[in-house]
């Protein structure tokens, strides 16, 4: 069992006890430590429940790559699950419970599927559960996902906050152990702007447990002054705790840095996500131990060796007492030392027929038992590790002998993490004498100008070695500083003496000639529960290709995304198809390196400032009197404005009536405003619209169509010309955004050369429509301009003062009535609005909302964007051929519109639409033909576009387009309800209200 | 038409409970391959390039209903390792144009059977698909749809807010920006698992005695007299009588080799998951307003998708800003996801057509037939693609394939999904 050592542990302080409490049981630990390192210190060695078997299992790594424990944190709104305890710093009150297993981690029924492995294979979901057909969804898979899943769900809305950074440096250097120390100082010194990151809470890395010398001095004191040399330098900036996330194409990357997750303040941001611009990044991010595959590799108490090395010096952790360090290569024994000098009792099995480095010298020189060519058969346990099986690594496993032990410390020789290396395309090259991948330099991810813009350092560059990790990080930060355009240079790079090794022995099956039974006990990927054997039946079944195999075993799949498993299980692949390892090749490495918050990603946008609201001068006058607001773009409109005691359709009727009979008042301001100006404009204007708008004379509007290039009616709206060279374009609401960047397009790709500018001015004024046979008055009365027939007709604009605001009117209509829309600068739309109202209360002035226009428009037959047109429409077939200019020799969509569909007779087109019964049509409903076509879909021939009930007429209007529509003018047809009935509407013309436009040209 | 004898029948494992129970007593030794690695013969009745979904599937049906076995499948990769391997598996079929409805219904209902009918479990799950309205506009838009799914013989409904949060009860119905107004609930829509479908068609196909080839990269197409007579490989030349060329991001490459060109952009759509939790969301959502869409695995990890990135582009890399927006929009619509964490995220190459429509047609070039286009939504078709693939290669016609042939670019004869969709999947 694991327990707490009486002295010692670099990261933690014993003078600040820290409880928590673990599966609701109280617990104690220090300052400094991780959960995990709390944990194991308290004696917990189970942790947690394997995903597909329920196994139970211990904690197996020291930092980000540790599969098995996983935990349910806090509660409510602070709740998170599948935190790790390895990288979750300890702090008073923290709540922690483990994952995956019912009613308790110490019994879970769950682990019956354990028991049943052997029916449970790699794939077995795929061959079993045929029949009977209903029981996939209804039984079977109800059973799976609640059996899989980790955490729990969380249920609350989030507690905390989250926010974005933007930076641009020159060089980013990721990872702060020694490489990155001595990377970001080389660049640093060079005078790049630098931001080095380290994902821990601690600086240094490896190094210090390591034993490593530096320039003379342990290498803890190195990193001290190191990086209180970094921090006194004004162009370097350092940040623990934050995570490189993704590299990403033209130097683009992302940190998580978390801020409060070892110190909860609701003040401060939980998460912030880095977004950052670098010349170069230097990943200096280290290198992951592998483990070893032996039969009971699962058990709690087996770990990694650096791990033991790590929780005995960082944290005074003994995770046993009686240790096995299992080992292919040198460095195992720097874990024999350390835990022998922490006073516990160790034996070293190593794999290789002999072992006479300087370090396995020491070892024996220490009292240390080496047992050379030995492995492990199998390690025994209830639930932990008890006993060790020692044999002959070279044969099958027969004939074992027993140690007793509770820890087995295993070291598989190490992996570079080139996760980040590899997210932008980088590729690796396989080092025999290491057993590992590491990137290859030649085939480094690309920046535009055909240069790597990632660098790898130290031992995420395959150095191993604290010299060689050194100049190679200083060389890394150097050239990385020059590739980024600093001109100053770096001073000296730090020194190490050379260690010497002997060559590490590549070791993926223990033993090596291990029986079907032990290969299915030795696992790969201890979260997904992937074992040596369902990777070799993988092979066996044709799943050649390592994808196949990862996506039909679920190796490296988990949430450490294989970091542990990924080279074993490719090992175990290549020799299963007989093949070498760089020829099955990798997996592809996918960001974010390590899992990050969904808060972090989105960011402070949430709430109110998810899409903030695009709002009018006027808005808050909405709000303030009834607004039941309709979301178009990023706008909200008034749909309706409700006053108490009454309901939307009262309101809207109310709205309708009122400005029909009198004075309405729409704030129209969202309406696009494009300004096109230029030269050349009126050639632009030409080829953009369907209509003749160079010929517009300057004071008058026109009725105005844009097409995209396949002919579809786009947008819609008044054009104004304002002088020689300049025209105002009103697109509709949500148009506005979209029909600039149209405008654009053409323009930077195809017509570069004219003289055209476009701006968009939608904000830069406030507009409001004045409508209702009352209009005029209420104008006259506020005083200013002439607004009378003669002196502004309609389809004509004029500037001038309304009241005491300076204004642009325009003379048009959208609902049939007298109308004027009325431009002031935003700064003055409130007071204009209020100045309206107020002089329009004599004629029961009525702001009206979107439904209102919506409806009066359709009373008089006007097409609306997205209701008559839906990207599927021509002007023709909305009856608009009058606005379609026949001098012009080309427009967007003039071609289109010739080819032999589109001027096919049978196209539906637009009609009004009038129920036998005077009831509302269905929206969006169908017309119905005869018989079903060849797919047995019934027949349609037409169907609704809009459809209301119009409080002047008092009963439903309707528009629809029908095939052959206007030539059917009287005709009853058929139109569909969801319920399978149908109801009867006659075809009619679509104007139903002063058809003679009596009302609005007066 | 048979010009060499096809292979034998391959002897494979049939796949039951009882085989596993079986194969657990002597180690899993007995189970075979589940499909071949032939070396190419000189000559195929019909070749299929492109071993994705498809692909395969037009393979299989081409065996299965009409009894053309003396086929090759040429992969470049490894199979189902293109867009079939990195998609969100979403199946629905509510769409919104008669064309497009027959072909995605006669899918989804060739799913309904399909692990019975490949012996291999997809994993089919029809647990419904939501799609939100959040807007006036897309009320209309999916009440429409409605409307004409009902004449389609599609099952859809546009159920109210309330009945929104019943059958997914993690989601904010009440805003605050975009309040849920109601949805178009297809409740036989649902997911399936990816690999599963392209390793069981190619698993069906090989057992039929056809040749799957994978790492076998189609370089050129060979023609006489305006006729397709073979293929050019990283693996030697291979005749055929067809050719199918079924290659998804690709097809612009390879209908260049065959001398034609396609009205397609290449598009990198990116996706990501969660980590694994224990299930809380049943049905499938997508929010097309805010731009985002969600379901949980059986595994547990919320699947979620967003937009395609704003340019073309070959590399299979995700990009992060569209990510960021997805995740944006549904930490809005499902707060509680805020506290989970982004596991990994993709992106797949996708083929897009000016009508976002598939294509599955002839071509100018007699004899050869390209199936493409599938864009951000092909996973749900691959069954009824097949089908209907199989049908006109063999026969020259099918009524599921024929109003998206080629030439209704030229015509004008658009089959235009964006009405009812903004994100398409
Ligand atoms: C992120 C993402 C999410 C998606 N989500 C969904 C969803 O939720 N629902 C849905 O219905 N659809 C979805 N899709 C779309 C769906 O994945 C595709 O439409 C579908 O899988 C396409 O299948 P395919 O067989 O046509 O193409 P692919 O699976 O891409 O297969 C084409 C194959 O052709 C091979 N090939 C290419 N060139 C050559 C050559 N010269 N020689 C030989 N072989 C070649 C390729 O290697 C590849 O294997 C999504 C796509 C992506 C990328």
Redesign the pocket.
Known sequence: MSFRLDTGGRFIDRSKPRSFTFNGKAMRGFEGDTLASALLGQGQMLVGRSFKYHRPRGIVASGSEEPNALMNLGRDKTFEPNARATTTELFDGLEAESQNHWPSLEFDIGELNAKLSRFLPAGFYYKMFLWPRSFWKHVYEPIIRKSAGLGRAPRHRDADHYEHFNATVDVLVVGGGIAGLQAAKAAGEAGAEVLLIEQGAHWGGRAPVDGAVIDGVPAAEWVEATVAALGAMPNVAIRARTMGAGVYDHGYALAYERLTDHAPDPSLPRHRLWRIRAGRIVTATGAIERPLSFAGNDLPGVMLASAVRDYVTNYAVAPGKCVVVVTNNDDGYRTALTVQEAGLEVVVLDARSEANGPLAEQARAAGITVRVGRGIESVKGKGKVEKVWVCDQTRDGSNPDPIKADCVAMAGGWSPVVHLWSHCGGKLSWQEDGAFFRPDPERAPNGADGAAFVLAAGAANGELETAAVLTDAYVAGARAAAEAGATGTAGAAATADVELSEPMLPVWNMPERASYALRSKAWLDYQNDVKVTDVELAAREGFESVEHTKRYTTLGMATDQGKLSNINGLAVLAGALDQEIPKVGTTTFRPPYHPISMGAIAGEARGALFQPVRQTPMYDWHDANGAHWEPVGHWRRPYAYVKPGEDVHAAVKREVLATRNSLGLLDASTLGKLVVKGPDAGKFMDMMYTNMMSTLPVGKCRYGLMCSENGFLSDDGVVARMDDDTWLCHTTTGGADRIHAHMEEWLQTEWWDWKVYVANVTEQYAQVAVVGPNARKVLEKLGGMDVSKEALPFMQWAEGAIGQFSARVFRISFSGELSYEIAVPASQGRAFWDALLEAGSEFGVTPYGTEALHIMRAEKGFIMIGDETDGTVIPQDLGLNWAISKKKEDFLGKRAQERDHMTDPLRWKLVGLETLDGSVLPDGSYAVGEGVNDNGQRVVQGRVTSTYFSPTLERGIAMGLVELGPDRMGEVIAFNRVDGTFVQAKIVDPVVFDPEGEKQNV | MPSEIPRMKREMSRYSVFAVAREAFRDHQGWTRAWGSPEPKRKYDVII???????LATAYYLGKNHGIRNVAV????WLG????G??????RSNYLQDPSAAIYEKARSLYEDLSQDLNYNVMFSPRGVMMLAQTEHEIRGYKRTAHANALQGVATEFISPARVKQLCPIMEIRGPRYPVLGALWQPRGGTARHDAVAWGYARKCSEMGMDIIQK???TGVRSQGGKVVGVTTSRGDIDCDKLGV?????SG??ADMAGFRLPIESVA???LVSEPIKPCMDVVVMANTVHGYMSQSDKGEMVI?GGTDGYNNYTQRGSFHHIEETVRALVETFPMISRLKMLRQW??I?DVTGDRSPILSKTPLENCFINCG????????IPGSGWGMAELMATGYSPLTEAFGLDRFSEGRFIDESVAAGVA?
């Open positions: 390039i492109g071993a994705g979904g498809h692909g040429l992969e470049k990769g390792g293109g867009n079939t990195r998609n969100t598996t979403i199946i076998c990269e189609v079924v290659v998804a991001g690709h490459h390879v759509l990116q996706a998708g992106g797949g996708v599938w864009g951000t939504g092909g996973f749900k078709a999947h």
